[in-house]
């Protein structure tokens, strides 16, 4: 079992930008794909944006290809969201996920296919 610690929300204005960061701990880094993921009040979970074991691979749901970017720092255990041109309909709880994976260079975009999770960060975008 790895253990994620997420951080970096907080309350932003529209438009505006943050970073969020997850620490990874207890489990070698490469084995895992990671994920971010986010829920807002009275909504499913859902993904927004995954990573490959190496980095070599990320997916994106639609609404924020081109202002999110996920990336990771294997020699800090880290992986990040940077999230920019934020609206207020982003505003929720944003999870990081591992996904423990043997399998190369491949997302995952199922709740079902992480097998840990962090408490979440909350995210609010308002003026």
């Known amino acids: 079992q790895v253990q994620l610690v997420e951080s970096g929300g907080g309350l932003v204005q529209p438009g505006g930008s943050l970073r969020l960061s997850c620490v990874a701990s207890g489990r070698p880094f490469n084995y895992y794909a990671w994920g971010w993921f986010r829920q807002a009040p009275g909504m499913q979970r859902e993904v927004v944006a995954t990573?490959?074991?190496?980095?070599?691979?990320?997916d994106y749901t639609d609404s924020v290809k081109g202002r999110f970017t996920i990336s990771r720092a294997s020699a800090l255990n880290t992986v990040y969201l940077q999230m920019n041109s934020l609206k207020p309909e982003e505003t929720a709880v944003y999870y990081c996920?591992?996904?423990?994976?043997?399998?190369?260079?491949?997302?995952?975009?199922?709740?079902?296919?992480?097998?840990?999770w962090g408490q979440g960060t909350q995210v609010t975008v308002s003026s």
């Open positions: 996920a591992a996904a423990e994976t043997y399998s190369g260079e491949r997302t995952y975009d199922q709740e079902y296919q992480y097998t840990d």
């Open positions: 990573i490959s074991r190496r980095g070599m691979l990320t």
